[in-house]
């Protein structure tokens, strides 16, 4: 069973930066797919940023130039560095693993940019 944890989000003003992480319980190696969405209030679960089989790296439209997801296999982590936050970036973000054609899912950590 994997296990995914977030953390590092908060409130940060608008221009500011969060950096957030997940930690898995297994090696991040065997995912197909790990990465990062997010869900804002009324709003259907939508795409941040992943990583597909180690190698192809993939961003949401509204988070390009702004976001990077990065991966640490020692550690069992993956990141995701929020610059130039937007009002709009306010949501719930939720690590995600794809392992052996299983999906799993973290608890979700709240980000919220306002001023």
């Known amino acids: 069973q994997v296990q995914l944890v977030e953390s590092g989000g908060g409130l940060v003003q608008p221009g500011g930066s969060l950096r957030l992480s997940c930690a898995a319980s297994g090696s991040i190696s065997r995912a197909t797919i790990i990465g990062w969405y997010r869900q804002a209030p009324g709003k259907e679960r939508e795409l941040v940023a992943t990583?597909?089989?180690?190698?192809?790296?993939r961003y949401g439209d509204p988070v390009k130039g702004r976001f990077t997801i990065s991966s640490d296999n020692a550690k069992n982590t993956v990141s995701l560095q929020m610059n130039n936050l937007k009002p709009e970036d306010t949501a719930v973000y939720y690590c995600r693993a794809r392992v052996s054609l299983v999906d799993y899912w973290g608890q979700g950590t709240q980000v919220t940019v306002s001023s």
């Open positions: 990583i597909t089989s180690g190698i192809r790296t």
